[in-house]
T-cell receptor, first 114, second 110 residues
C-alpha cells in the first residue's frame, strides 16, 4: 500500500518569497493533517481537514499561511510571504476518521528560508 | 506550561541496558496517549498506544498514571536499532488533534 506522498522534499527560498507544498494522503484516509516541525521540537499541528472541510486551523498563521483540500484528497499548503522563522520540516499526515492516534506521516518537506 | 513535557535528553545508553522515558501532560481532559518514534531526518511513526492498565509490545512497556498525568516508556534489552527520538503524544477528549512533546533523543552505544 502506498504511503503518504509529499513534494518537494527540499526547498530553499529567500525571505518574502512564496512557496507551496503538496501532499497526497493514503487512499481512503478522510482526515489529513499538516504539521510544522522546527529543529529540536515535536511536530506542531497547523491545520486538520476531514474530507474537504477544515476541522482545526487554530494554530495556522493565517496572515501568511493557507491550505486547501478542494476535492477531499490531495492538499496544498502555501506560505506567502515566507519569514526566516518558517524554516522547518513540513509534515503531512493522514488517518482514518476516528483513528487520530494512528496517523501515517509523509517524508516531509524541508524548507530553508534565507 | 507546555501541554506535553518530556526530558529532551540525550540519553546515551549501552546496548542491552534498560532505559525509561517519562512524559507529563497538563490537560486533565486528555483521553488517549501514544508513543511515536522518529528516526534521524525521518518522519514520526506510531510505536504504541498507551492504555490505562499498562501494555507491553515485546521489549517495550508503556504505562499511564492518570492521577499524576504521567506517561512512561520502558525499553528492555536495548538494541542499536532503538536509537531514535521518542515522542510522547496526547489526544484530548472530543477532537482528533494530537499534541506532541518535544521528544527524547536516545542513542544506544555498542
Amino acid at each position: 500500500e502506498a504511503g503518504v506522498a509529499q513534494s518537494p522534499r527540499y526547498k530553499i527560498i529567500e525571505k518574502r518569497q512564496s512557496v507551496a507544498f503538496w501532499c497526497n494522503p493514503i487512499s481512503g484516509h478522510a482526515t489529513l493533517y499538516w504539521y510544522q516541525q522546527i529543529l529540536g521540537q515535536g511536530p506542531k499541528l497547523l491545520i486538520q481537514f476531514q474530507n474537504n472541510g477544515v476541522v482545526d486551523d487554530s494554530q495556522l498563521p493565517k496572515d501568511r499561511f493557507s491550505a486547501e483540500r478542494l476535492k477531499g484528497v490531495d492538499s496544498t499548503l502555501k506560505i506567502q510571504p515566507a519569514k526566516l522563522e518558517d524554516s522547518a520540516v513540513y509534515l503531512c499526515a493522514s488517518s482514518l476518521v476516528g483513528s487520530a492516534g494512528t496517523q501515517y506521516f509523509g517524508p516531509g518537506t524541508r524548507l530553508l528560508v534565507l | 506550561r507546555k501541554e506535553v513535557e518530556q526530558d529532551p535528553g540525550p540519553f546515551n545508553v549501552p546496548e542491552g541496558a534498560t532505559v525509561a522515558f517519562n512524559c507529563t501532560y497538563s490537560n486533565s481532559a486528555s483521553q488517549s496517549f501514544f508513543w511515536y518514534r522518529q528516526d534521524c531526518r525521518k518522519e514520526p511513526k506510531l510505536l504504541m498506544s498507551v492504555y490505562s492498565s499498562g501494555n507491553e509490545d515485546g521489549r517495550f512497556t508503556a504505562q499511564l498514571n492518570r492521577a499524576s498525568q504521567y506517561i512512561s516508556l520502558l525499553i528492555r534489552d536495548s538494541k542499536l536499532s532503538d536509537s531514535a527520538t521518542y515522542l510522547c503524544v496526547v489526544k484530548a477528549f472530543g477532537n482528533e488533534k494530537l499534541t506532541f512533546g518535544t521528544g527524547t533523543r536516545l542513542t544506544i552505544i555498542p
